[in-house]
Every structure is written in C-alpha cells, then in structure tokens.
C-alpha cells in the first residue's frame, strides 16, 4: 500500500446511498457484488434514466421549456408544441438543447442559438421567442428553419451523427409549424 492509499488496489469510494469498494474491475459493494457504475459510460447512464423517467416528468419538462420560451403564447401554440414533440419524439431541455431518445447525442438548436443572440444583443425578454400570437409563433418556426437550411458560411463541418440531429430538429419545426398553421387556418 502507498501512501495516503494512492495507488493501492482496493480504495474506499462513499456515496449518499452506499459504500462501494473500488477496483480495477470495476466497483464492487462490500459483499463483492459488482455494481457496474464503472463499467457504464455517462450517456448509458442517461439513457437508463430517460426510460426510467415517466411521462409526467416529460410533461413537466415541457411546460418548463415552454414557460421558458413562450411565456406569453396562446394554450393552443403550447399544446401543439407538445403534440409536435411527441409525435416526433423530440426532446429539448430549457437551454435549447436537443437530446436524441437514447440520450447519447445532443446539440445547440436554432431556437437556442435565438435564445442566445437576443440575451446577447441586450434584448428585453429574450426567453419569448414564439411570442403572443400564433401569427408570431410562425414567424420565429419559420426563421428557426431557415436558419437550419442556410447555416452561417465558416461554420465547421457537423459530424453524421451532428446532420441526423439536426434533420430530427428541422423535422420537428415541420411539424409544430404544420399544426400552427392549420390553427391559423381555424380561427380565420
């Protein structure tokens, strides 16, 4: 054994739910059953945790995001993000990230990117970006996939899995811009 216990096989990790002993095959609890923390990579983790997480706490994490970026939007443009989310499946966080299913895979949107310009530019309520009408709610989708379509020139090449995020994205405003114009078509 070394000093301070650096270097030894066997070292002792707590956390708030167990004492799990550390090794090089992976961490062990002190009857020597395998736990496989080790062994697991973070976005493994994460995707366990997806499963795991109901449809009330997506739910919750929705209406998160749309008080977060459409705080004055009408119920109907709000319900018809949701139902765009779930018909394609998509995840956004607050921040304007989009998680894929498995939760391996994530990357800045376009409505992220907005998020961040007008916070930049000083804007006052830079979070309501779909604004208070389904009219403007159109607008922002609409600027939203252009943006996509014509990324900025000198922006560095996306990887496979970067272009299938992005596709799910833009697929996503397809949608949601679908149902808000079949809304705007309704209460003409």
Request: charged share 25%; proline share 2%; with cysteine.
């Amino acid at each position: 054994m070394s000093i301070c216990g650096i270097g030894s096989r066997n070292t002792y990790i707590y956390n708030s739910q167990t004492k799990k002993l550390a090794t090089k095959d992976g961490l062990k609890n002190e009857e020597g059953k395998s736990v496989g923390g080790a062994k697991r990579s973070f976005s493994d983790v994460a995707a366990m945790k997806a499963e795991a997480m109901g449809s009330s706490e997506v739910q919750k994490k929705t209406s998160a995001i749309l008080d977060s970026i459409g705080i004055n939007a009408p119920n109907e443009v709000k319900q018809a993000w949701m139902e765009a989310e779930e018909e394609t499946g998509a995840f956004f966080t607050v921040y304007g990230l989009y998680i894929s299913k498995d939760g391996k895979h994530a990357h800045m949107t376009q409505m992220g990117i907005d998020r961040f310009v007008r916070w930049y530019r000083g804007e006052f309520n830079e979070n309501d970006l779909l604004g208070s009408t389904v009219e403007s709610a159109i607008n922002a989708v609409n600027k939203w996939i252009y943006d996509v379509d014509h990324p900025l020139a000198g922006s560095p090449a996306r990887s496979w899995e970067d272009h299938q995020l992005i596709m799910k994205e833009r697929e996503f405003y397809e949608v949601f811009l679908n149902k808000l114009l079949h809304i705007s078509k309704r209460s003409m």
